[in-house]
T-cell receptor, first 112, second 115 residues
Framework: DAKTTQPNSMESNEEEPVHLPCNHS???????IHWYRQLPSQGPEYVIH???SNVNNRMASLAIAEDRKSSTLILHRATLRDAAVYYC?????????????FGQGTRLTINP | DAGVIQSPRHEVTEMGQEVTLRCKPI?????LFWYRQTMMRGLELLIY????????DSGMPEDRFSAKMPNASFSTLKIQPSEPRDSAVYFC?????????????FGPGTRLTVL
């Protein structure tokens, strides 16, 4: 599985935007970029995913670099509830590539 | 929808005892995953099923671990005999494998402590 690199931790303030970076220099042309997050004492939850174009949903935006070697998860207006560990994961598109391989993620702290 | 249901939520047992963790996936989902999370190793995939058939069990640590999925609405992960190093949070996740739909939905987890 292609590997991702994320900062161990980040800190931001409530109601400010947060940009969570992810490097994936060995990404292949068919790898999708997925983001999950894990709130304290809960299972991971899906945030967003994309292939080449930037993506938006009600939770966040995903900005993908033109060469696809990096991406950024954007929380437009952080709340205390967004404090979590955020995982950036690469996943292939084939039938056999069904596994999600979780790294250590970025622990996001939100200050009130 | 109730989401993925796991039971028990907490389990404390003594070394050598058999432990059975249970999972009910989201109705209609056809893929099921078992993960283990520890501070040292993070979140690891143990095994996953498609249409009740085990596809990849390469993450199962050893023969003491076994998983079954007798039908589409139920799966078990069994550890026999249990050891202190098995202490972890075990998550079950399910997914509807349909085209490019990838989202896995995780349960709340079972926190296992082996004394």
């Amino acid at each position: 599985d292609a590997k991702t690199t994320q900062p161990n931790s980040m800190e931001s303030n409530e109601e400010e935007p947060v940009h969570l970076p992810c490097n994936h220099s060995t990404i292949s042309g068919t790898d999708y970029i997925h983001w999950y997050r894990q709130l304290p004492s809960q299972g991971p939850e899906y945030v967003i995913h994309g292939l080449t174009s930037n993506v938006n949903n009600r939770m966040a935006s995903l900005a993908i670099a033109e060469d696809r070697k990096s991406s950024t998860l954007i929380l437009h207006r952080a709340t205390l509830r967004d404090a979590a560990v955020y995982y950036c994961i690469l996943r292939g598109a084939g039938e056999g590539a069904q596994k999600l391989v979780f790294g250590q993620g970025t622990r996001l702290t939100i200050n009130p | 929808d109730a989401g993925v249901i796991q039971s028990p939520r907490h389990e404390v047992t003594e070394m050598g005892q058999e432990v059975t963790l249970r999972c009910k996936p989201i109705s209609g989902h056809n893929s099921l995953f078992w993960y283990r999370q520890t501070m040292m190793r993070g979140l690891e995939l143990l095994i996953y099923f498609n249409n009740n058939v085990p596809i990849d069990d390469s993450g199962m640590p050893e023969d003491r671990f076994s998983a079954k999925m007798p039908n589409a609405s139920f799966s078990t992960l069994k550890i026999q005999p249990s050891e202190p190093r098995d202490s972890a949070v075990y998550f079950c996740a399910s997914r509807l494998q349909q085209g490019r739909t990838d989202t896995q939905y995780f349960g709340p987890g079972t926190r296992l402590t082996v004394l």
